[in-house]
């Protein structure tokens, strides 16, 4: 649950990994305590990744026709989360024409908040625009949208004959939609079998101001502070590589044992010369 995924995030990110969460809000039907749990649970799990995507079960009932079934509806609520999910690890691992890599997705998404990732399909004649307004307009987001969003990370994979005015015409309908100084990040992969289609996967990030604001630091992350308020001792690590902490700990740890071994070899030795019964009448 809800608890459960902070804590496992919260691991992640000590670790120094990105940590993108994905949750689900119940049905309507379920009633308030249910929702009041959930929202409690996305609460404290948004205060531990960098990225949160919300989607509300009830969204489900736009995707699904009167006669559709249950167990279809929930194929495709899966097919559109492994979809944009998909997308973002195709631009880590395939190769394109303009890369995108690992650190241009942690650009975008880390320490954002709320996120909306979405991906779409176009063909015919004005396939790159179809493909880029459903890309950015997921049934199943919450209502959020990308207008205003501060970092934007968009990739297009097309057949070969794709031409530089398409990509420019869905690249200027995302950028229209953005804050005017975000970080766009593009990429481009040519796929063969993609005959007239175009695939545009969007991941739109940074929609107003996080409760613990993070800025990107050269060897890490470093929480905002407020002035005439300490820093907590626990924030100051967190300004030191991870490593390197491990190696101050285990340093530490040394000195103590080092004492304990100086005072063991003290007054200890010729304490435990006396028989316990004398000893625990002279304490």
Not at 89 to 114: K, P, T, Y
Not at 133 to 145: F, V, Y
Request: aromatic share 4%; no cysteine.
């Amino acid at each position: 649950g809800g608890g459960g995924a902070a804590v496992v995030a919260s691991i992640a990110k000590e670790l120094g990994a990105l940590t993108v969460g994905v949750v689900t809000k119940p049905f309507l039907f379920e009633g308030k305590r249910r929702m009041s749990n959930a929202e409690s649970g996305i609460d404290a799990l948004t205060k531990e990744v960098d990225t949160l995507i919300t989607i509300p079960n009830q969204r489900l009932l736009s995707i699904a026709g009167r006669n559709t079934t249950l167990l279809d509806t929930f194929r495709k609520a899966d097919d559109v989360l492994y979809q944009a999910v998909k997308g973002i690890s195709d631009l880590i691992l395939f190769e394109g024409l303009v890369n995108v890599d690992f650190a241009d997705v942690r650009a975008v998404m880390s320490e954002m908040g709320m996120a909306m990732m979405g991906s779409g399909e176009g063909s015919g004649e004005n396939r790159a625009i179809e493909a880029a307004e459903k890309a950015i307009s997921s049934p199943l987001l919450e209502d959020i949208s990308i207008h205003g969003a501060r970092g934007i990370l968009i990739n297009v994979t097309a057949g070969p004959d794709v031409t530089l005015q398409e990509i420019n015409e869905a690249a200027e309908l995302i950028h229209a939609e953005a804050h005017d100084e975000a970080n766009i990040i593009w990429g481009m992969v040519i796929d063969d079998e993609l005959a007239d289609m175009v695939r545009v996967t969007v991941i739109a990030t940074g929609f107003g101001d996080r409760e613990h604001t993070r800025v990107a630091g050269p060897t890490g992350t470093v929480s905002a502070k407020t002035p005439g308020i300490e820093t907590p001792a626990y924030e100051k690590k967190l300004d030191i590589p991870t490593f390197a902490r491990k190696q101050q700990d285990q340093n530490v740890e040394q000195v103590k044992l080092k004492k304990l071994s100086v005072m063991s070899n003290g007054d200890d030795e010729e304490k435990y010369e006396i028989p316990t019964f004398l000893r625990r009448q002279v304490d």
